[in-house]
């Protein structure tokens, strides 16, 4: 095995760190130094000067290497690139070990693979040790965002589940929790509250003895996408069923009994007030105090509140206050007739047809053959003569027909006196009425009658004539059913 002349074997393998790589300087420092003395620490050295300018490197005195044993950890060793090594002539690599080969006596070997970084442009290419770890932690930051995606992608979809379907770490609760087979047998009642979830729902399941355990409720409920449809209210099931046929049987409309407070369509606004009065226990009074501007009503209701509180059934909390409730009934208008896209400058025309719409047919197909008949009065400028209207101003209902002394009463709603349409709603009609006030169907009509009030069979005309026989229909009846008109 030959030596070359830094004492350093051909085959020996690189320093594997800054700290070997110091150690093997120093002892070759001190392995070539004349007197064989330590350069170790304590021991200061003396800096040579250099030799005159335009002396030539390999001629000028020694510099002194800084002692290795004190450098600052800071220093940086950098891995000389192999491949800029192999180009460079073999002339200036002489040149280059002599160069760097001295020492403060002359004679210290220097590192042939390893150099400083700040002769990166002499030594070529070359990648820091500083730089590898760089790389180290960027790649290393790389797979770990990676993973964390990973692992929200999965915790995501976990908590969509989780939000449809409620907590899911109950006690005792797995993936193999205990479960009946069947459909069970018998009959049990369960209430499903506001704001119940999954787990809340699969607790009060397990108290009534449908299910076995909560985690199989959870886990079946978790799996339907239509879980999210279960209304709060009572619901008959079974005792000892399976938890997928408890939850097939709450989905099942038969099952279902509302607990909440049902507004039918075409109740006046004082009507609605005594059905929440009664099913919350807030005097009927806070409910008239509320003012009309505080619950979102539409710049077309003119303060009115007639008309916007829409028909449904709501669940509302024990300590909802009159102004919250009415704020609910006119927030689900909105929700209901904004896909229509009723334009803001027909609004207060259509709602206040509707009411009358919702007034005058009893079957959904006359709804939209009313509002004809309406639109056909209004734009030939004859008075709708509508005994709704008339029941409206009196706030007596009971009767289909009005008296000649309430028609002759003067006022903004009598439309037996008053053409065009009334100045407000004169109810809360559905969705369906709103449609229809909308949309009305073609037709020449002038004239409607419902013939029979209790079936809601209703007769049009476009001639007063027809209208008259029309009439003599409606008339037998009545006779037929005393008190009834």
Not at 184 to 191: A, H, K, L
Not at 275 to 280: E, N
Not at 328 to 339: C, D, G, H, L
Not at 354 to 378: F, M, T
Request: proline residues 7%.
């Amino acid at each position: 095995m030959s030596t070359p002349q830094d004492g350093k074997s051909v085959g020996d393998s690189a320093p594997r760190s800054r700290r070997e790589a110091r150690e093997r300087a120093r002892r070759a420092a001190a392995a070539a130094s004349p007197e064989g003395r330590s350069t170790g620490a304590g021991r200061e050295r003396r800096a040579t000067p250099p030799g005159p300018p335009g002396t030539p490197r390999s001629q000028r005195p020694p510099q002194p290497r800084p002692d290795l044993t004190h450098e600052d950890e800071t220093t940086e060793f950098v891995a000389v690139s192999a491949s800029r090594a192999q180009r460079r002539p073999a002339g200036d690599w002489e040149e280059h070990e002599r160069s760097e080969t001295s020492s403060a006596n002359g004679e210290w070997t220097g590192f042939h693979d390893w150099a400083s970084e700040d002769d990166h442009d002499e030594h070529g290419s070359h990648t820091s040790y500083e730089e590898i770890q760089r790389q180290r932690r960027r790649k290393a930051g790389r797979s770990c965002l990676l993973l964390v995606l990973v692992m929200l992608l999965a915790v995501g979809g976990a908590g969509y589940a989780a939000s449809r379907v409620g907590r899911i770490s109950l006690p005792g609760m797995s993936e193999t929790s205990p479960d009946y087979a069947g459909k069970g047998s018998g009959s049990v009642t369960i209430v499903v509250k506001e704001g119940d979830t999954g787990t809340a729902i699969a607790q009060t399941l397990l108290k009534a003895g449908v299910v076995k355990s909560t985690g199989a409720f959870v886990t079946a409920a978790g799996a339907s996408r239509n879980f999210g449809s279960i209304q709060p209210g009572r619901y008959t099931l079974r005792q000892k069923m399976s938890a997928q046929a408890a939850l097939d049987l709450m989905l099942d409309p038969k099952s279902y009994a509302s607990t909440g407070t049902t507004i039918p369509e075409g109740l006046w606004a004082g009507q609605i007030f005594t059905l929440l009065s009664k099913a919350t226990g807030v005097p009927v009074a806070d409910y008239q105090k509320v003012s009309p501007t505080s619950i979102g009503l539409p710049p077309a209701a003119k303060g009115h509140l007639e008309g916007y509180l829409f028909p449904s059934t709501y669940n509302f909390g024990k300590d909802a206050t009159a102004e919250q409730q009415l704020r609910t009934m006119v927030t689900e208008w909105r929700k209901k007739v904004a896909p229509l896209q009723i334009p803001d400058s027909r609004l207060h025309e259509v709602m206040v047809e509707a009411s009358l719409v919702e007034a005058e047919s009893r079957l959904s197909e006359d709804g939209p053959k009313v509002a004809r008949v309406i639109d056909n009065r209004v734009n030939q400028g004859m008075p709708l003569q509508l005994d709704s209207t008339i029941h409206y101003a009196e706030k007596k209902r009971g009767t289909i027909t009005t008296t000649d002394e309430q028609r002759a009463k003067k006022g903004p709603y009598n439309s037996y006196l008053n053409t065009g349409l009334p100045p407000t709603p004169i109810n809360n009609p559905g969705l369906a009425a709103i449609k229809a006030a909308l949309h009305p169907a073609s037709g020449g009509w002038l004239y409607f009658v419902t013939v029979d009030p209790q079936t809601g069979k209703t007769l049009f005309a476009d001639t007063y004539p027809e209208q008259q026989k029309n009439e003599q229909v409606f008339h037998s009846w009545c006779k037929h059913h005393p008190g009834k008109c």
